[in-house]
């Protein structure tokens, strides 16, 4: 059975996305990208040094793989605008992460900047993923300026604590017609896996791949849960229950006679 | 409120009855919080957290990670001119210290620039003594316009300015503040500034403010050590950084620790911070805010600097030189000696070594873009 994932024009089989931060050398990124086999990596563009190859980031990221430029840094919609305009320039491709921060401490996410953001570089031609606070009206607004798919938090950036947001997220899944993407926060496979089992479309990680003691066998395990919690999902997993059921009901005979 | 009203509350805090009350049973307590208050901050500096080192040295390290990643971001000085007309008693360059004058050319700026943009650096911090006459904003800006085609963040170092001057800086391409209050006791600022326009502390404690109200995207403070007691010219800088991101949000704020160092003029630190009140400085701060940045420059020997790699620090300067022009032909005398005289790849190849990524580029200036 085939199960792709489409955003823009374009069709994945993994559902793991990776980012490329925090890591402690950026030699790992190959073996780490292999390992989970993901497809999509995102690559801060305030790290991307087209004069410096040997430590540029970009050039770590297998050349198969779709390079998702990030806004990291971006304190509003025209700063986030300028950087995926310059990444575009940089030769980094059409697909960009919007990510647009005011707030250094919990490193939350501007909603209502990300909105104006995503709708001017939508109507460019980019594809574009905007990350933001699980929201059911922002969702729609990003949805109608233009989003390829939707990136909700799961806790915040860096913190590893998990699916926190998960009843907002399953609302999106429920109620938003494009690919939601949990993005941030998801610290353990076990928590990868609970979010596609959910229904979303697919997950990104970093820290929790990036400061591991083997980040590469951590990026492998990853991958697996991803794929163990998409096929629980359309497995159609049994319903959770107040009471319990029999698997050999006693008064079974009643009904066929 | 600015931050000078604000530390106002302290003015007649008695810190040492408060440092003598805490006992270990409450550092224990405070380590394992998730979120500390500035109390739970003073309570880190204090003599009795000495004791518990260790443990806050593995939880800073668990943030600094989580937060940061293992990498440590590289940058380097680069002196424009040491014309000053302060005459601090702790610095090298005070205008009562007779050194040759020299500011740079702008082919002499241009021949710096190319040194350092050799060794892969994209991070730089410019610095100039104080005189508006002889450094004044327009050069300044002038050099920037030279630096950024060479560099993606360049960060000043120099006299405070007023809020429309940070301006017109970042619009030329400033996207970083370092500025030190050199000492947050008004009564010893007095004393170590006797003459000059910086003997202004209020304009000096408010220039991080006004570099934020203007757009600033990261902003450095710090305290120089050696001049008064550590320990609560350290609560005085946690919460200066404190201050300033609750204030802005926004900015990337961060910290130095800066240790006096020998230089012309030899005036000795009044107070010694030995290298274990250095750390605990470090670990307490990272505790309190475990997203501020803290820098360590090249004040600090190089055995030194190696272990607080992972104590901490996020932000390192390299292949350093504190006189103006010291990177090309012409040489004068530096600010300071510097201690660690590694050049950026011997650096770089220290943070491999203890799987660290030395990052050479973290910000994009960002152009008009249209």
Redesign the interface.
Known sequence: MSDILKIGDRELTSRLFLGT??????KLIPDVVKASGAQVVTVA?????LE?E??NIAAFVPKDCILMPNTS?A?NAQ?A???A??AKAAGCGNWVKIEV?????Y?LPDNYETIKATEILAAEGFVVLPYMSPDLMVAKKLVDAGAAAIMPLGSPI???RGLKTKELVRILVEEIPLPIIVDAGIGRPSEAAEAMEMGVAAVLVN?AI??AGNPVAMARAFGMAVEAGRTAYLSGPGEILDIARASSPLTGFLRDS | MSFYEEMQRYGAYDFEGFFARIAGAEIEKIIIKNHLTERDYLALLSPAAENYLEEMARKAHRLTVQHFGRVILLYTPLYLSNYCVNNCIYCGFQVNNRIERKKLTPAEVRKEAEIIAATGLKHVLILTGESRKDSPVSYIRDCVEILKQYFTSISIEIYPLEESEYEELISAGVDGLTIYQEVYDEEIYAQVHPAGPKRNYRFRIEAPERACRAGMRTVNVGTLLGLHQWRTEAFFTGLHADYLQNMFPEVEVSISPPRMRPHLGGFQPRVEVSDKNLVQYMLAFRLFMPRGGITISTRERAELRDHLVKLGATKMSAGSCTAVGGRSEYYSTGQFEISDERSVSEMAGMLYSQGYQPVYKDWQFLSDGK
């Open positions: 931060g925090k890591f402690s050398s950026n563009l305030r790290r991307v040094d410096y040997e430590e840094g304190r700063e605008v300028r950087i305009r310059l921060i005011t707030d250094n401490r490193l860096g913190s590893n820290t990036a400061t």
